[in-house]
């Protein structure tokens, strides 16, 4: 199976910055694009940045020029360094990757758990 697993989330000022990190792991074959999502309470899931295998990259016009998205693609990582935080960017940030799997090799969507960013004003 696949995992996905988020890390770097927290508490932090309006101001400040937070680097997010999401390694995959497990029965991997290939993996394509990578994503990062949020969910703020009462909301829906939206999405924040992503990355394709190329490198080429896409954002939500609320995150344009505050974030940035990268990948490791030796490691299976796709990071998520954000500055300038403001308290609307509270939310529960989740990472999304399409794998291609050993024994299965077409492409499925897998998530991460979730990891807490809080923005205090």
């Known amino acids: 199976q696949v995992q996905l697993v988020e890390s770097g989330g927290g508490l932090v000022q309006a101001g400040g910055s937070l680097r997010l990190s999401c390694g995959a792991s497990?029965?991997?074959?290939?993996?394509?694009?990578m994503g990062w999502y949020r969910q703020a309470p009462g909301k829906q899931r939206e999405l924040v940045a992503a990355?394709?295998?190329?490198?080429?990259?896409n954002y939500a016009d609320s995150v344009k020029g505050r974030f940035t998205i990268s990948r490791d693609s030796a490691k299976n990582t796709v990071y998520l360094q954000m500055n300038s935080l403001k308290p609307e960017d509270t939310a529960a940030y989740y990472c999304?990757?399409?794998?291609?799997?050993?024994?299965?090799?077409?492409?499925?969507?897998?998530w991460g758990q979730g990891t807490l960013v809080t923005v205090s004003s």
């Open positions: 999304n990757a399409e794998i291609s799997t050993i024994g299965f090799f077409a492409f499925r969507e897998f």
């Open positions: 497990g029965s991997i074959f290939r993996i394509n694009d």
């Open positions: 990355i394709t295998v190329g490198g080429s990259t």
